[in-house]
């Protein structure tokens, strides 16, 4: 077995089960067991149970499980209506019991779809239980958005609803769509089989990958699509679990990339998405993978920042990289993206020395840009093609404390939250001015 260290410890408690039970923490020297800092939350027990079935069975506490046997029915007040209230003693009680095993509680991730009715009115019935309880710790949230053919009628309503709450609870949000994430599921997969890349793809390298191979990619796609969230939050979290030469806390990320409350949406791209097998590492190759960073093909949701304006972006790279690299590239690119007049230098930069498996280096970028903008405008003209008919508006409406003004507090939040970003992105090619001094009276 191997030695538990403080990387491990930052995602999982080292706990001594002989005893049987939950028995006490080991904080020092070989593995017991392991058992993830998580609470599992889902009101119907199919993917639960299909966990505690799998090979990750003995990582999740079943004393951190939280399941009905109903589900939500795709309906956002089910979800934050009715299981938030009944659950409510129940899922604060586990978050205490998580939270008292930490030493230094820095932040909650909350991992939830913004389509069904569990995922957005659980998931932000618990963001807002995390505020109350817990207000200084900073809460992440990662919402995977529905598509524009995703097979849920109601998803437009369920998403908007649960945006007002993200708006107004989140420290930060990383938007991910479904399609973005099939489309790098994709690209590797056809770069492979068609021989394309013209050598053997390095083994562990795929960023689609758990079990560590090519084959992976035979997995159901939702496999894949999953390891590259997973993979994502390994980078975002990387230099609070590993030594580097410039470590980034996560506290950082909300103080340098977040300017306004609200616009904290940030939008994700990892690179490399493989490494070849048979190929060094020269200069020229570690500039493409900045390069790649801000190309549409490696954003988790499907924008285009390049073409957008950036308030700010943070680049955490991981492995051999010089300080020197990153600035070189920073440079280069600078004159091809459009920063807000008030940000021009609003790079933050972090160097965790210890790559992901498989990867001599690799790059997260973090954006915080206008490219979301077209996300929400679509959310919204779907939403509203259902609003104005007041389609399946009684469903929601029978339950407890929801109301008709629910919905249109919602699409106000959502339409001020767009023309936020309208006014920035009015003042994209204007002139660059240094902000005027402050004058001091006599």
Known sequence: KGIYDEALSSFFRNVDT??????????????CSLKARALLIDMEEGVVNEILQGPLRDVFDSKQLITDVSGSGNNWAVGHKLYGSQYRENIVEK??????????????FIIHSMGGGTGSGLGTFVLNLLEDEFPEVYRFVT???????????????????????????????LPIENESLFGIVNKIHQMIS???????????????????????????PFDAMNNIVANLLLNLTSSARFEGSLNMDLNEISMNLVPFPRLHYLVSSLTPLYTLADVNVPSRRLDQMFSDAFSRDHQLIQADPKHSLYLACALLVRGNVQVSDLRRNIERLKPSLHFVSWNQEGWKTGLCSVPPVGHSHSLLALANNTCVKPTFIELKDRFMKLYKKKAHLHHYLHIDGMEQSCFSEAISSLSDLIEEYNELDATKGGPRTDPSRLKIAV
């Open 18 to 31: 002989r005893s049987g039970g939950d028995g006490p923490d080991i904080y020092k020297g070989k593995i």
């Open 95 to 108: 978050l205490r019991k998580t939270a008292e095993h930490c030493d230094c509680l820095q932040c909650f």
């Open 143 to 173: 919402s995977v958005y529905p598509s524009g053919e995703d097979d849920v009628i109601t998803s437009p309503y369920n998403s908007v609803l649960a945006m007002k709450e993200l708006n107004e609870h989140a420290d930060c949000v």
């Open 194 to 220: 068609s021989g394309k890349l013209g050598s053997t793809v390095k083994q562990n390298s795929l960023v689609t990958s758990s079990a560590g191979s090519a084959k992976t990619v035979q997995e159901k």
